[in-house]
C-alpha cells in the first residue's frame, strides 16, 4: 500500500486556493449586489447569455413595431377627420345642388350666390383631400408632389402604390387612403363635379341630374371611411398585442439577466461565514508562520 506525505507546502497551497476560491465567490456576489445583475460577463453563464441576446433581440424588434404602429394611428387617424369632415361638406353640396335644382323660382342673383358657394366648399374639398401628415399627403403617401391633386384635379399618387407599416413580424397595414377611390381624378373628380354644377346654374341649366353623382361620390368616402375605420381597429388590437408581448419579455429578460437582490443577500451572508470558517480551519491546519503570511 502506498502512502501519500502530506507536506506543509501543499496544505499551503490547497488553503490559498481554497480561500482564493472562497474569496472570488464573495466577490462575484459582491459584485452582483452592487450591479443589480447576474450576467456581468458571458463566461457567468454562457446559456443565460444566449438566452438574454434572443430576448433583447425581440425586444428591440417589438419596439420598431411599437413605434410603427403609433405611426399608422396617426396617419390613420388624420385620414379619418379628413373624410368626416369631405363628408360633411360633401352633404353641404348635396343641399345647395337640391336647392338649385329649383332655378325656375329663383333669380340669377340667388344662382350666383349658390354657384359661389359651391365654388368655395370645392376649395374646402380639395384642401381635405390634400391633407397632410409629417408633410406627406394622407391620400397619395407615395407621391413626391407635396399633394394629392393637382390644380387640375388630377391624382399625384403612383396608381396600385400603397404606403404600409409593419405592425408585427407577418402584418403590414397600408396606412394611407385611396384618394381615387374616394374623390376621383381629374374631370371624373368630385372638384370638376361640383365646377359643372355651378357652371350648370349660372348658366340656367337644371342641375337635379347631378344628385345621382354627388350621391356616388359621397357613398364612395364613406366606403373609405369605413375601410379606415378597420385599418385603425386592426393597428389598436396590433399595439394592444404588442405591448403585451414588451411586458412578456421584459419579464423574461429580468429573469435571464437581473438579480435577485434578496437571495443574493442571503447567499452573500452564507458565503461571508463559509469564508470565516475557511479562515479558521486554515489557522489550525497551517503553522502560525504560513497565517502571518496570509494575513
Request: hydrophobic share 45%; proline share 2%; charged share 20%.
Amino acid at each position: 500500500m502506498t502512502m501519500t506525505r502530506i507536506t506543509t507546502q501543499m496544505l499551503t497551497t490547497a488553503a490559498q486556493r481554497n480561500l482564493a476560491n472562497s474569496q472570488a465567490a464573495l466577490a462575484r456576489l459582491q459584485d452582483m449586489g452592487s450591479s443589480g445583475t447576474r450576467l456581468a460577463r458571458p463566461s457567468d453563464d454562457p446559456a443565460a447569455t444566449a438566452a438574454a441576446l434572443r430576448v433583447r433581440s425581440a425586444q428591440r424588434a417589438n419596439e420598431i413595431h411599437q413605434r410603427n404602429a403609433d405611426d399608422a394611428l396617426g396617419w390613420l387617424g388624420t385620414l379619418d377627420t379628413a373624410l368626416g369632415a369631405s363628408t360633411d361638406l360633401l352633404r353641404r353640396v348635396r343641399d345647395l345642388t337640391v336647392q338649385g335644382a329649383n332655378a325656375g323660382a329663383m333669380s340669377a342673383e340667388s344662382r350666383e350666390a349658390i354657384a359661389v358657394e359651391l365654388e368655395s366648399l370645392r376649395d374646402a374639398l380639395l384642401q381635405q383631400a390634400n391633407t397632410q401628415y409629417l408633410g406627406r399627403s394622407v391620400f397619395a403617401g407615395n407621391s413626391l408632389a407635396g399633394h394629392a391633386f393637382a390644380a387640375d384635379y388630377s391624382h399625384t399618387g403612383v396608381p396600385g402604390v400603397t404606403l404600409e407599416r409593419r405592425i408585427a413580424p407577418d402584418t403590414n397595414v397600408v396606412i394611407d387612403g385611396d384618394g381615387v377611390a374616394a374623390f376621383g381624378s381629374g374631370a371624373a373628380s368630385v372638384f370638376a363635379l361640383i365646377d359643372d354644377i355651378a357652371a350648370d346654374l349660372r348658366a340656367g341649366t337644371s342641375v337635379s341630374g347631378r344628385l345621382d353623382a354627388i350621391d356616388g361620390f359621397a357613398s364612395a368616402i364613406v366606403t373609405q371611411r369605413s375601410i379606415t375605420g378597420s385599418r385603425y381597429a386592426q393597428v389598436e388590437r396590433g399595439k394592444e398585442l404588442l405591448e403585451m408581448s414588451s411586458n412578456d419579455l421584459e419579464a423574461r429578460r429580468s429573469g435571464l439577466e437581473d438579480a435577485d437582490l434578496g437571495k443574493i443577500i442571503i447567499d452573500l451572508k452564507m458565503q461571508e461565514v463559509a469564508y470565516q470558517a475557511a479562515l479558521s480551519v486554515t489557522a489550525r491546519a497551517i503553522p502560525p508562520t504560513l497565517l502571518e503570511f496570509l494575513a
